[in-house]
C-alpha cells in the first residue's frame, strides 16, 4: 500500500494525479471448518480516500466508497476455494455527489491504499466492532463515568447465551475497572 501522491501534491503549476489504481494479491487458503458454528471472514483496511471495488478471482465482488474510513467487507462466500486472486481498484477522482460543480478541489484527495489491508476471521458468536460506543458520562479530578454499549451477534443457527466483561486498562497497563453486562 502506498499513495501515488507522495511528491506531486503542493507543487506551483503542478496539478496532482487523481485517477485509477489497482492493486492484486494472489495467496493460498486453507480449508476451513464449515456448518453453523464456521467463522466468517471479512476484508479490512486501514483508512484512505477513495471509491472503488473489490474482485475475488476474476468477479466483482463489492463497490465500496471509504471517504477515509477504510474497508470492512464479508467476503466469507468467495473463500471456498484454495487459492484466491484478490483485487482491488480505487480512485482518487470525488464522485459528482461529493464536491457538486467543483472540478478541482482546494484540497489534496490523496490517491492509494495508504495502509494495510487484512483479513480477518470473527467467530460464529462475536461482539460487532462497528456496534460498540463508548461514552464518556462524567470526568471528575479523581475519576470518570463511562457508558458501555455493544451488539453480540450470533451468526450459527443454535441459541447461545452471552456475557459481556467490560474491562478498563489505565495508561499504566493496570486493570483499572471490570463489570460484567
Known amino acids: 500500500p502506498h499513495t501515488w501522491n507522495d511528491r506531486d501534491t503542493f507543487q506551483q503549476d503542478v496539478d496532482y494525479r487523481r485517477g485509477f489504481g489497482s492493486y492484486r494479491c494472489r495467496f493460498f487458503f486453507g480449508p476451513e471448518p464449515t456448518g453453523n458454528d464456521s467463522p466468517s471472514w ?45 483485487g482491488i481498484r480505487v480512485t482518487n477522482r470525488c464522485a459528482a455527489h461529493v464536491l457538486p460543480g467543483i472540478g478541482m478541489p482546494d484540497f489534496v484527495l490523496y490517491g492509494g491504499l495508504a495502509g494495510r489491508v ?25 475519576g470518570a463515568d463511562l457508558g458501555f454499549s455493544t451488539f453480540a451477534c450470533n451468526r450459527s443457527d443454535r441459541a447461545r447465551p452471552v456475557r459481556v466483561f467490560w474491562t478498563i486498562i489505565n495508561r499504566r497497563g493496570l486493570n483499572c475497572a471490570t463489570r460484567l453486562s
Open 42 to 86: 471479512w476484508l479490512r483496511s486501514d483508512g484512505f480516500y477513495g471509491t472503488g471495488e473489490l474482485w475475488l478471482n476474476g468477479r466483482r465482488h463489492a463497490r465500496f466508497d471509504a471517504q477515509y474510513m477504510g474497508l470492512s467487507i464479508d467476503v466469507t462466500e468467495c473463500l471456498s476455494c484454495s487459492e484466491l486472486v484478490l
Open 118 to 142: 487484512w483479513l480477518e476471521q470473527i467467530p460464529s458468536l462475536s461482539i460487532e466492532r462497528d456496534e460498540t460506543v463508548v461514552t464518556t458520562e462524567f470526568v471528575g479530578e479523581t
